[in-house]
């Protein structure tokens, strides 16, 4: 088992930033690729970005990309999602996620734990 816990979502104008952490417990933290997920009301789970178990692949959706950045810390078992140029289009719960299997997937169902969720509100 893998427990997730995001922190650091909150109100924000447009144009400002926020940086989301998500600590990690459990299995070691080095055997999962991490992924950041984002939700509105009625609308399916997105993803947003991922990082690679070592940390040197990246990737994210065309809609964040230039604009947010992930990072990790293995010796301190926790993922960053740092979020610049914040639009009113990013307000979510962001989730993070960790995913064991073979490969960087961008899809929900490739993720066996999650995070409860952070609320990210961006006020135009």
């Known amino acids: 088992q893998v427990q997730l816990v995001e922190s650091g979502g909150g109100l924000v104008q447009s144009g400002g930033s926020l940086r989301l952490t998500c600590a990690a417990s459990?299995?070691?933290?080095?055997?999962?690729?991490m992924g950041w997920f984002r939700q509105t009301p009625g609308k399916e789970r997105e993803f947003v970005s991922v990082?690679?178990?070592?940390?040197?692949?990246?990737y994210y959706s065309d809609s964040v990309k230039g604009r947010f950045t992930i990072s990790r810390d293995n010796a301190k078992n926790t993922v960053f999602l740092q979020m610049n140029s914040l639009k009113p289009e990013d307000s979510a719960v962001y989730y993070c996620a960790a995913d064991g299997t073979i490969g960087i997937h961008t899809t929900t169902g490739d993720y066996s734990y999650w995070g409860q969720g952070t609320q990210v509100t961006v006020s135009s």
């Open positions: 990082i690679s178990r070592s940390g040197g692949r990246t």
């Open positions: 459990g299995r070691p933290f080095s055997n999962y690729h």
